[in-house]
């Protein structure tokens, strides 16, 4: 079990009923298991001559968005919410399940052409970061990529970020995630899901096409490639 097993806490039915919450407090509250978060993130940011700045959403983005601005010598832009900023530069709201939420920038913190890495604890359904994406653009500033500690791939909300999105920790699984699968019989180890037949099974599909059922403890890994067909394993936490 690694760190992120072991301090990333799951509470059920939390804050309602049927979600599963992802409490990253006992990780934040452990030093060394806080520091090898900030690192593992620093891993998957571009190279330093590829970004100026870190923009992060209030209030858990900034956790995380500070230490690796710092680090990098790069400026920190905060996407506060409304009322936070005594000089609002630009205004970007967007939608929640029920209503809608907003988050401002100051004016001047970014400058046309800065290139500027969008930072969040969680993405889910992309929201908040399709607004900071948003706010990068109406300062004139270029979104390079977006970076968070979680993904809840089975929200899929990279589709609507638009830009090329990171996380040091998934959970789920969204359609068209290639697994490496333990193999049974003649079962091919590369699989591509399609949907979940049951809490435990899982619809796939064979690089051949062949319609099969598996169990998500067959999984050993989620399979990421490149434009080269380079493969890259990320954990499957359930």
Not at 46 to 63: M, N
Not at 95 to 120: C, F, H, K, W
């Amino acid at each position: 079990m690694d760190q992120y097993d072991s301090l990333i806490r799951t509470v059920v039915d939390f804050p309602i009923k049927g979600i599963k919450f992802r409490d990253i407090t006992p990780l934040l509250s452990d030093g060394d298991a806080f520091h090898q978060a900030i690192m593992d993130l620093n891993k998957e940011l571009p190279s330093y001559d590829k970004y100026d700045k870190i923009i992060a959403a209030e209030s858990r983005g900034f956790i995380f968005g500070a230490p690796l601005a710092s680090i990098n010598n790069k400026g920190l832009v905060v996407a506060r919410k409304p009322g936070k900023l005594p000089l609002v530069g630009f205004r970007e709201s967007y939608a929640l399940e029920y209503g809608t939420n907003t988050i401002e920038i100051s004016q001047g913190n970014i400058n046309p052409g800065d290139r500027v890495i969008i930072m969040d604890d969680l993405l889910a359904t992309g929201g908040s970061a399709r607004a900071m994406v948003d706010l990068v653009r109406q300062a004139g500033g270029i979104p390079v990529m977006a970076l968070f500690l979680i993904e809840l791939r089975s929200l899929q909300g990279y589709k609507k970020i638009g830009i090329p999105a990171k996380a040091i920790v998934s959970y789920g699984l969204h359609s068209g995630d290639l697994l490496q699968i333990e193999k049974k019989s003649t079962d091919e180890a590369i699989v591509t899901f399609n949907n979940k037949k049951s809490e435990d099974e899982l619809n796939c599909i064979t690089k051949d096409g062949k319609a099969i059922v598996i169990t998500k403890k067959q999984i050993i890994s989620i399979v990421q490639k490149d434009s080269d067909d380079r493969m890259t394993f990320i954990k499957y936490r359930d």
